[in-house]
């Protein structure tokens, strides 16, 4: 069974600090990997994907990374903001004809100021 | 641009009583996805729609759930019979021919069923 896990489910960090968000898959023959925000109330919004030839994509302050071989990629938050407080949601998709993506369950993500 | 609706943003319901979910894609886009996420989990793949033909029915939890897309637009999904586990949000996704894996999502309808 094809599955995604996201570590940690939950993370508090004061404004400012560098952090790394965890996503693991079972299958590693991905056709692509995508990081979503999700805010309570509203819809998901892509934050970067990363194809399954690509090692990183990066825009702004967030970085990903993505190792197939090992099933696991990272979203890297540079001098986090409260503004960045939101669920971030990793997705796999397995077959570009298909694009039904498979979802882990989130990092819940608050940044105090 | 306008980008994916969903109607209603709300909706409370009694156990038993049928609903219908819907969803308004992105002008143009072909493929519409709809998702499930229940309170502690992630997202559910339902359905998914692609032009004309077949859907992918795979996600489908049961018989009680369908969907339909007509005139290759606007989307509704039905729950007949609702229970109490079906409550969560049901999200949809579009996405232009070609490129599905870059899919748009709505908003989403927030179901309770009571």
């Known amino acids: 069974k094809q599955e995604v896990t996201q570590i940690p489910a939950a993370l508090s960090v004061p404004e400012g600090e560098n952090l790394v968000l965890n996503c693991s898959f079972t299958?590693?023959?991905?056709?692509?990997l995508q990081w979503f925000r999700q805010d309570p109330g509203k819809g998901l919004t892509s934050l970067l994907l990363?194809?399954?030839?690509?090692r990183e994509q990066t825009s702004g302050r967030l970085n990903a990374s993505l190792d197939k071989s090992s099933g696991r990629s990272t979203l890297y938050i540079a001098a986090s903001q409260p503004g960045d407080s939101a669920t971030y949601l990793c997705?796999?998709?397995?077959?570009?004809?298909?694009?039904?993506?498979?979802f882990g369950k989130g990092t819940k993500l608050s940044v105090k100021p | 641009g306008a980008g994916v609706s969903q109607s209603p943003s709300n909706k409370v319901t009694e156990k038993g009583k049928d609903v219908e979910l819907r969803c308004d894609p992105i002008?143009?886009?072909?493929?519409l996805y709809w998702y499930r996420q229940s309170l502690g989990q992630g997202l559910e793949f339902l359905i998914y729609?692609?032009?004309?033909?077949?859907?992918?029915k795979s996600g489908l939890p049961s018989d009680r759930f369908s969907a339909e897309r007509t005139g290759g637009s606007v989307s509704t999904l039905t729950i007949q019979r609702t229970q109490q586990e079906d409550s969560a949000v049901y999200l949809c996704?579009?996405?232009?021919?070609?490129?599905?894996?870059?899919?748009?999502f709505g908003p989403g309808t927030r179901l309770l069923v009571l």
């Open positions: 996704a579009s996405s232009s021919d070609g490129r599905p894996e870059t899919q748009y």
């Open positions: 299958d590693s023959a991905i056709y692509n």
């Open positions: 990363i194809q399954s030839s690509q």
């Open positions: 997705a796999v998709c397995y077959g570009g004809s298909q694009g039904n993506l498979i």
């Open positions: 002008s143009g886009h072909t493929a």
């Open positions: 729609f692609q032009g004309n033909s077949a859907p992918d």
